[in-house]
């Protein structure tokens, strides 16, 4: 005869979720945030605040006087050819430094993950850009490219009598701060594309061997579709990247120009902001160029992950 199962008391399963319980009371989770908040509040929220308030105001820094003007900066940004280039040329290099940045770090950590000897010494080697901060990545363009003195000069006039003018021509200029761009984004990405090809089933990649699939059909159609996650999250990333840790690599190399048409030609929203705010003391104008850029992030997150997120693939 089957005997019932005991059960345990009320009480005792009670002290037993009790005992599970992280935290006893509602306040007790409040205290221990509370210093996080308090940070985040003087350092984060408070200055977001305030620079959505400055926006609507004509501000003189010097004097200390305020003017309400509503949404006059917004409508002169919007309406002034120079803002409209700069934010034309901020889309083109936050479009190729993507792309290519992005093309260029999936194929050298495709090949640094083959079995080859010394494997490691070039895994370093691809991965010590990272450890470089964006000012001394910016120097070390800025010799390399330097006009007159310049290694690249140096070789390309030996060989070929030619010695561009990297840094006062608008289009070489541009394209200088792209790659030098790209270079200090490279290793960040490979970082991730080398851990996630790393731990790519082995069996399914050797499964589309014996199918008789060649390299590249087992990279596009079964490696790439299972990094759709890892290149997601890095699209959006260095798309962050690109509209503002450029300032630095822009500010050593060409300080935003040499100007052509309205605007410098390596003016980018992030730079343009800096000098309207620090440079010509146009606070309230710099105030609505933070704040159109805090809309533009909010619009490409959504964007993400209302569309994007759509072609990715999670599992095998």
Known sequence: MLKPAATKPAAAATTEAEERAVFRGVALPWVFLLPSLLILAVFVYLPALQTLRLAAYRANVILGTERFVGLANFTELLLSPAYRQVALQTLVFTVLTVSLG??????????????????????????????????????????????????????????FDVRPRWLDTPSLAFGLVTLAAIWKGLAYNIVFYLASIQNLPGDVMEAAEIDGASGAQV???????????????????????????????????????????NAGATTFLVYQ?????????????????????LALVAFITWMQFRVGERQVHYGA
């Not at 001394?136 to 330097?146: C, K, Q, R, S, Y």
């Not at 079964?222 to 990247?241: D, E, K, M, S």
């Open 219 to 261: 990279f596009w159609r079964v490696a790439f579709p299972l990094l759709t996650p890892i290149t997601f999250f890095l699209v959006f990333t260095n798309i962050i990247a690109a509209l503002f840790d450029s300032f630095a690599l822009t500010d050593i190399l060409t300080k935003g120009g040499p100007y052509t048409g």
């Open 102 to 159: 992005l093309l260029s770090a999936l194929g050298l950590a495709w090949l640094a993950s083959r079995p080859i000897r010394g494997a490691n010494t070039y895994r370093l080697l691809l991965i010590y850009p990272y450890a470089l901060s964006p000012a001394i990545a910016g120097t070390l363009w800025l010799f390399l490219f330097n006009p007159e003195i310049g290694v690249v000069n140096q070789i390309l006039g030996s060989l």
């Open 273 to 293: 902001l800096y000098q309207d705010g620090f440079v010509n003391f146009k606070t309230g104008a710099a105030a609505a160029q933070a704040a159109l850029m």
